[in-house]
């Protein structure tokens, strides 16, 4: 085995669709690039090795992830590597486009490659002169590239063009540089990306769409193309990644809450999370919570639907490990964790809580009724429930008005429907029933063909 495949260690977060990266350089001393607030993986990876990571790089001004730089810069005196455009407020090495960092035998050198962000920086591993590979960032992804539009509309076609060239330079390197992207399949950043999360430069070049494209136009229009809608909070963590993220330590545990507790957290601007799986919280739940069951894109969801000032408190399954919510929770920057209910529904209702169910049927059970679609726009073009009314999910609580009396309320699987039903429940829609499965099983069950 080489370097490559011997000392570089991806770190997937299937549920940003992120992969970070630990580079052992030798001597007991590792480099970190876009590690997120959640250094758990860092820490484990490290520990493996025996590693003390003496570099946190960051690509870019991350918008879906807190980074996790500065933890590692106080608790390993880690030197911070970042662009020197993107004027960050805490201690760091600020680089310049073809600026070089001794890392100790190996070297890492600065390429600026604007497109997703400004500031973008890719970093390229260098051995002498040998090009081992390139963190890309958002740049360059595997055949795909970032999306260009986090900056707003107005400067989406600038950044794509600016995309369009980083993309060439990167192309530039050799056949078998190793290409290791932040953003990959799953991730909000990508625009779409395919389900591998590493590739080389040369494998790119042959299969990549956007560095198929023969001229500007045609890039700018293949990748604009494909962008959909992303969380909300991507447009507050960016400013807070320039200012430096406050030290999170090790994560605090959720204290138990009584319901009186609860009862006066929703009675102010509070709001109940409930994290169950979407079964559980159709049985019975807190009239007013919202149903976001904690799964791989737990962060993503409580995000793009929740104010990040307001005090959140849980409503958790038996069992489930609620220091997973909270480190979701704070890798985006939600730190107001009040609590969790203690005893759960059980206790709510001896407290003499009312509970309300929502039902959750199966295809086969659903009824023929007006269908409500609330997946993302991409997923409803490519098949689904004809006469169906789509409002994507985080549009919902600005287009209720639109949902028909008695709609049946579908995803891919039930979950977003779940949560859907329960955002609708807050403002008095208690009519709705919820899809236990695919558009194309309750198609298939009442004779139907997807559109």
Not at 42 to 64: E, K, M, N, P, Y
Not at 373 to 380: G, L, P, S
Request: charged share 20%; net charge negative; proline share 6%.
């Amino acid at each position: 085995m080489g370097f490559v495949e011997e000392n570089v260690v991806p770190l997937v977060d299937a549920g940003l669709g992120n992969s970070a990266y630990l580079v052992d350089l030798g001597a007991g001393r590792g480099l970190v690039v876009d590690a997120t607030r959640d250094l758990r993986p860092v820490r484990a990876a490290a520990q493996r090795r025996g590693l003390r990571v003496a570099f946190a790089a960051d690509t870019h001004l991350h918008a879906d992830f807190l980074t996790g730089a500065v933890q590692l810069a106080h608790d390993d005196g880690a030197v911070v590597l970042a662009s020197a455009a993107g004027r960050r407020s805490f201690d760091h090495a600020p680089l310049v486009d073809e600026q070089e960092v001794d890392l100790g035998g190996l070297r890492l050198r600065a390429l600026a490659t604007p497109g997703h962000t400004d500031e973008h920086l890719s970093f390229l591993l260098l051995d002498g002169r040998r090009e081992l590979g390139v963190f890309t960032g958002g740049s360059l992804i595997v055949d795909s590239a970032a999306r260009t539009d986090l900056l707003g509309a107005e400067r989406t076609e600038e950044l794509a063009r600016a995309q369009y060239r980083s993309l060439q330079r990167l192309a530039a390197l050799p056949d078998d540089t190793h290409v290791w992207p932040t953003h990959g399949a799953g991730s909000f950043c990508s625009a779409p990306a395919g389900a591998d999360r590493t590739s080389t430069v040369g494998r790119q070049r042959r299969s990549n769409p956007l560095l198929a494209a023969p001229d500007e136009e045609t890039f700018v229009a293949r990748l604009t193309g494909g962008l959909g809608s992303y969380p909300a909070y991507f447009a507050r963590l960016a400013e807070r990644n320039r200012r430096g993220t406050g030290l999170a330590g090790p994560a605090p545990g959720l204290p138990p809450l009584d319901p009186a507790g609860v009862s006066g957290l929703l009675a102010g601007d509070g709001y109940v999370v409930d994290a169950r799986p979407a079964a559980e919280f159709a049985t019975g739940h807190l009239p007013g919570s919202v149903s976001i069951p904690l799964r791989e894109e737990f962060a993503t969801w409580l995000g793009w639907l929740l104010p990040d000032d307001a005090p959140l408190c849980f409503v958790l399954s038996d069992g489930a490990d609620a220091q997973e919510l909270v480190w979701q929770a704070h890798k985006i920057g939600y730190d107001r964790l009040t609590g969790y209910l203690a005893g759960g529904v059980a206790a709510w209702r001896a407290a003499g809580g009312h509970l309300q169910a929502t039902p959750f049927l199966s295809a086969a059970r659903a009824p023929l009724a007006p269908y409500l679609d609330v997946r993302q726009d991409a997923e409803y073009a490519a098949g689904h429930v004809p006469g169906a009314v789509h409002v994507e999910l985080p549009a919902l609580p600005e287009q209720t008005g639109e949902v028909p009396l008695g709609a049946l309320v579908g995803c891919a699987r039930g979950l977003r429907a779940m949560t859907a039903a329960s955002l609708l429940e807050r403002v008095g829609r208690t009519d709705l029933t919820v899809l236990d499965g695919r558009p194309q099983d309750y198609a298939a069950a009442h004779g139907l063909q997807l559109v």
